[in-house]
């Protein structure tokens, strides 16, 4: 178990880097807190499993450091810095048993039978394959597969890390939650630090501690679900996290207002007027109200039940936007004022979150 | 559901069938009328049983050849796989050295086999060829003419060359299918690269290998032209194999029925072969899944 240190990190697939886009991983500096467990979210392409390879020595960064507990281990082959990883896409030894293929990483390392039958049940048990331990893995279903590679993750106590490359896409719905649940208490139990990547945002939001959220190749935010929810520091975040995910306006900004076409929105605080770059409001779709006389004008094009509630979709100044009602709510035709709750409406300025005082927020040094 | 007869439609396999019959039926019903018959020229025929087969399975000069012969597809099998996965491990996997890579190993494949067996013949001559010219000037007595372990060497060493390409392309490609994470995860778990090769490159190529093994002996059981390009079958009848003594008998000697009666049986040991290897592999896969 260890803090993992990225110092100055980034990496580029390209011999010779000529500009900041031909990183797949942009530079980055993050501690992950021993014992924590992180999601690292973003849609594919971003960077997640470029950065996890490098965490786990399958890559070599084009620069900076990696430190495990202090301890730089940047050219450290995998095998040295003990990491377990899992990946997309299920990994067995086709012409081992199940037990084998479960038993295959402690062996690798030495351990005594005694020991690696023991462990190899409990995971059997935990991963409810006990009683096909001695078929060969070959003939398995896909997501008997991707258990025993999960299985293989979690065999050794003494890792450092667990690292999971979005293990859970070729698993079937209900399995995925059952595993899901397995792991959290995985890492009650003993306490590793963890680092799940995924592009499903229920997955990263029930399993992590803490959420890191990746855009092209950058870290954007990193915190609790809450405060990616109330303060997405990125228009990136508002947008993949929530559903439907945050509205995004064009507006222009002068104090306490914010203009969109002809309309003038109340906001939280007060700002300095940003000339000529990219300034837009984003309100949640949780923050919006529709009534039939307090607020701006609305229409309404649709309204879907989803459920819990319901989604609105409206033309606000001709912008799309979502608005959440609840499930309860009637939805009448003549609802046509929305009020967004100014508490709510955070100001980006060219994708970056703007705190009411005028300074640029914490997000764009990471 | 109701079948709608209509005989005529059997007119539709008749092309087919005149095909195969051309091809295979009607040259393989000559040969069995041939070995059951004798003949003392002028195109009269007797009624001979299944006395040529009886012959020819008391017959030394056959059981010779079928010995060398077995020996050499076992000896040319030995070596030519393993050196072809070696090979095919060590090729680049990407990149133009890849291409270049490929390119080199399929030139043998491409070279018409009596003229492969022109080069090898005149490659160990001691008086123009630069093989046998170096090992004579290095004091190595070697003269495939004459000398039957040296004929061995070069028959053997000229199949590797020719075919060896054949079983690392096969197995190359069967190296190219595996995915990255499987070394990736193999790294995780510490697998030396001994279980890298034992867990997942071998079980991975296995399909391809089986077929690269089946090739190789069929060809090799067959194997006529180039042996006897370098060396007709001598020193003696040292290399002569199962085809050359074939030939021999039926076009040099022109004993139609022996030879009739040996090609049926040599057929058959083929095909028995290729079954009990092939039932062999299919069973090995079904007690693996």
Request: proline share 4%; charged share 20%.
């Amino acid at each position: 178990m260890a803090k993992i240190t990225l110092d100055n990190l980034a990496h580029s697939y390209l011999a010779n880097p000529a500009n900041e886009a031909d990183y797949a991983l942009k530079e980055l500096n993050h501690d992950w807190d021993d014992g924590a467990a992180y999601a690292l979210l973003g849609s594919s392409g971003c960077g997640k499993s470029t950065l996890l390879n490098i965490i786990s020595g399958l890559l070599q960064p084009s620069q900076g450091r990696i430190l495990f507990n202090g301890q730089d281990v940047t050219h450290s082959p995998t095998a040295k810095r003990n990491i377990a990883q899992v990946f997309q896409f299920p990994v067995v030894y086709d012409t081992m048993t199940v037990h084998d293929n479960l038993a295959f990483p402690l062996r690798n390392r030495g351990r005594d039978e005694a020991y690696v039958a023991e462990r190899v049940n409990n995971i059997a048990r935990m991963i409810g394959m006990e009683d096909v331990l001695s078929k060969k893995a070959r003939g398995l279903t896909a997501d008997a597969k991707q258990k025993i590679s999960l299985g293989r993750g979690m065999v050794r106590e003494d890792v450092n890390a667990l690292l999971f490359d979005e293990p859970l896409t070729v698993i079937d719905p209900h399995m995925k939650w059952e595993l899901r649940t397995q792991l959290k208490s995985l890492h009650h139990e003993f306490g590793h630090t963890m680092i799940y990547v995924t592009h499903d945002q229920t997955e990263a939001l029930t399993f992590a501690d803490k959420v890191v959220v990746m855009y092209d190749g950058r870290v954007v935010q990193i915190g609790t679900p809450e405060e990616l929810f109330e303060r997405p520091e990125h228009t990136f975040v508002g947008y993949f996290i929530g559903s439907p995910g945050m509205n995004v306006l064009t507006a222009d900004v002068q104090g306490t207002e914010a203009r969109v076409g002809g309309s003038t929105i109340p906001l939280g605080g007060g700002y300095r007027s940003m000339q000529g770059s990219k300034v837009e409001i984003g309100v949640r779709p949780e923050f919006v109200k529709l009534s039939r006389t307090d607020g701006l004008p609305v229409s309404i094009q649709r309204v879907e039940d989803v459920g819990r509630h319901k989604i609105v979709r409206a033309t606000f100044e001709g912008h799309e936007i979502n608005i959440i009602a609840n499930e309860d709510d009637v939805i009448g035709a003549d609802m046509t004022r929305v009020s967004f709750d100014p508490a709510h409406v955070n100001v980006y300025v060219n994708d970056w979150r703007v705190a009411p005082d005028g300074s640029q927020s914490v997000g764009e040094a990471a | 559901m109701e079948k709608t007869v209509n005989q005529k439609a059997w007119f539709l396999v008749l092309p087919v069938l005149i095909l195969v019959a051309f091809s295979a039926v009607i040259p393989l019903m000559t040969v069995v009328n041939y070995s059951v018959q004798d003949t003392f020229g002028n195109n009269q025929f007797f009624w001979a049983g299944l006395e040529w087969f009886g012959e020819m399975l008391r017959d030394d000069r056959m059981w010779g050849a079928l010995g060398r012969q077995l020996f050499f597809s076992g000896t040319i099998l030995l070596i030519q796989i393993p050196l072809g996965v070696f090979v095919a491990l060590n090729m680049p996997k990407k990149g133009i050295w890849a291409s270049f890579c490929l390119v080199l190993m399929s030139l043998p494949l491409l070279i018409p086999w009596n003229v492969v067996g022109t080069i090898w013949q005149i490659f160990g001559r001691a008086d123009i060829g630069l093989l046998g010219y170096t090992l004579d000037a290095l004091g190595i007595d070697y003269n495939y003419t004459s000398d039957a372990v040296a004929a061995w060497v070069t028959i053997i060493v000229m199949d590797v060359w020719h075919w060896t390409s054949l079983v690392a392309l096969l197995a190359y490609a069967g190296l190219q299918s595996i995915p990255d994470a499987y070394y990736q995860a193999a790294k995780i778990d510490q697998a030396s690269r001994w279980k890298v090769f034992r867990f997942i490159e071998l079980p991975k190529m296995m399909g391809v290998l089986m077929i690269a093994i089946l090739l190789r002996f069929m060809d090799s059981f067959m194997i006529y032209t180039e042996p006897f390009v370098v060396t007709g079958g001598g020193p003696g009848s040292t290399t002569t194999l199962l085809s050359i003594d074939l030939v021999k008998m039926a076009l040099g000697q022109f004993d139609l029925g022996p030879a009739a009666a040996f090609s049926i049986m040599y057929f058959l040991v083929i095909l028995l072969i290729s079954w009990v290897f092939y039932t062999v592999m299919v069973n090995l896969d079904k007690r693996g899944s």
